[in-house]
């Protein structure tokens, strides 16, 4: 069953713009965390950017500046700003949503969208 779901990616050029959404479904509630990661290849999947429910962010230096993740107020929607976009950006980015605890604690994620940023 798919419960996050990502949009947005493409084919842009080096230092244009995209903008990725990922929708989570109903049955993802409370989360602590909501983030984007990316696997270039044959590399690691590493963290790019994420987000409490309180607002807090977290990006990675190489994505600091030129990246901006966000919210809606349910917490149910979190996007990725990427401007600036640079060859190095080239990878499937992957939503994920996460919730601590012992109540009902949950790791899901999406099924990636490819970014690839070429001339």
């Known amino acids: 069953q798919e419960q996050l779901l990502e949009s947005g990616g493409g084919l842009v050029q080096p230092g244009g713009s995209l903008r990725l959404s990922c929708a989570a479904s109903a049955s993802i509630f409370s989360a602590n965390a909501m983030g984007w990661y990316r696997q270039a290849l044959g590399k690691q999947r590493e963290l790019v950017a994420t987000i409490t429910s309180g607002g807090t962010t977290i990006y990675a230096d190489s994505v600091k500046g030129r990246f901006t993740i966000s919210k809606d107020n349910a917490f149910k929607t979190v996007y990725l700003q990427m401007n600036n976009l640079k060859p190095e950006d080239t990878a499937v980015y992957y939503c994920?949503?996460?919730?601590?605890?012992?109540?009902?604690?949950?790791?899901?994620w999406g099924q990636g969208t490819q970014v690839t940023v070429s001339s």
């Open positions: 994920n949503a996460k919730r601590f605890g012992d109540w009902r604690p949950y790791d899901y």
